[in-house]
C-alpha cells in the first residue's frame, strides 16, 4: 500500500502523473490519496496532516509525501524507515512530525541516481524522484539498494505553549476545511490543570470548559474539545469557528484554569 499527500490540488493533473509513475514501476500497489489539499508550500500543515495519518495504516505501508517549495535545491529526496511503516519524501522537516519521539526510525538518503529517470526534471521531483523510489521500496526493495543511511533529517520546530503562573499561552497551528481551529495544546501541556475550571480566550471570545463532543452545545455555539490528533481544539457547532471568530492560523490564544495548589 503507498498512500500518497501534497499540495498539487486536483486540477493540473500533477496527482494523476504522479499515480501512474507509481503504478508503472509497482503495478499490484494500492494507492490512497491521504490529502492533496496542503496549502501550496507549507510544510508545516503537511506535517501535521501525515502526522496524523501514518497510524491508520497497515505496517508496512509507504506514505509518499509531496510539500516541496525547495524542488530542484540542495534539500535531499530521503526515505525515513520504521518497523511500521516508510515515509518518502523531500528533507524539508514535511516527514519530521510523523516520527517525532521514535528512536527505532532509520534514514537513507535518496541517492542511488541510476533509478532516476535520465530525462528527469528539476521541477516535478514527485514524478521523477521521489515517485520512483517509493514505488520501488513498497515493492520490496530493501532501503539501502535506493539510498545512503545518514544521521538525521531536518525537523519541524512546533510552537510550544508557555506557562505564565496559571495561564496556558498557546497559539492555531492549523484550520482545517470545517474551520476548525487547532492549537499547538496537548493533554501533557494541562496535566495539572482542572477541566472544569479551564477557559479558553481568542480575539476577546472566551470560552469556558472543554466540551466532549461537537454536539454538545447549541447550534451556532462556540465549543473547545480534544480533536481526533489529540490536539485542544476551538470549533462552532455546524458553523466555522474560523469564519465565526474571524480567526486564522497564528493567532493566540490563552487557557486559563485554577491551579490545583490555589
Known amino acids: ?92 522537516g514535511l516527514l519530521s512530525l510523523a516520527v517525532h519521539g521514535r528512536a527505532d526510525r532509520r534514514v537513507y538518503h535518496l541517492d542511488r541516481t541510476e533509478h532516476v529517470p535520465p530525462a528527469a526534471g528539476r521541477t516535478f521531483h514527485a514524478r521523477d524522484v521521489f515517485g520512483p523510489f517509493a514505488a520501488m521500496i513498497a515493492s520490496g526493495t530493501p532501503p539501502d539498494r535506493v539510498g545512503t543511511e545518514v544521521d538525521a533529517l531536518e525537523t519541524l520546530s512546533l510552537p510550544v505553549p508557555r506557562r505564565v503562573e496559571h495561564v496556558l499561552e498557546a497559539q492555531i497551528i492549523y484550520v482545517d476545511r470545517f474551520g476548525n481551529l487547532v492549537s499547538n495544546v496537548e493533554p501533557t501541556h494541562l496535566a495539572d490543570f482542572r477541566g472544569q475550571d479551564l477557559s479558553v480566550s481568542i480575539r476577546g471570545v472566551q470560552i469556558a470548559g472543554i466540551s466532549t463532543h461537537y454536539a454538545a452545545v447549541r447550534e451556532g455555539r462556540p465549543l473547545v474539545l480534544w480533536n481526533s490528533w489529540g490536539r485542544l481544539e476551538i470549533a462552532v457547532r455546524n458553523d466555522s469557528a474560523a469564519r465565526h471568530l474571524r480567526a486564522r492560523m497564528g493567532d493566540r490564544i490563552t487557557v486559563a484554569v485554577r491551579d490545583r495548589r490555589a
Open 1 to 92: 500500500m503507498i498512500t500518497f499527500l501534497s499540495d498539487f490540488g486536483d486540477r493540473d493533473g500533477f496527482v494523476g502523473i504522479v499515480k501512474g509513475v507509481l503504478l508503472t514501476r509497482c503495478p499490484e500497489a494500492r494507492i490512497v490519496d491521504l490529502s492533496h489539499d496542503i496549502p501550496p508550500q507549507d510544510v508545516t500543515c503537511g506535517a501535521l496532516v501525515l502526522a496524523s495519518g501514518v497510524g491508520h495504516f497497515p505496517p508496512g505501508t509507504v506514505h509518499l509525501a509531496v510539500v516541496d517549495p525547495g524542488v530542484g535545491g540542495e534539500r535531499r529526496p530521503i526515505a525515513v524507515v520504521t518497523p511500521d511503516f516508510v515515509l518518502v519524501g523531500p528533507d524539508n
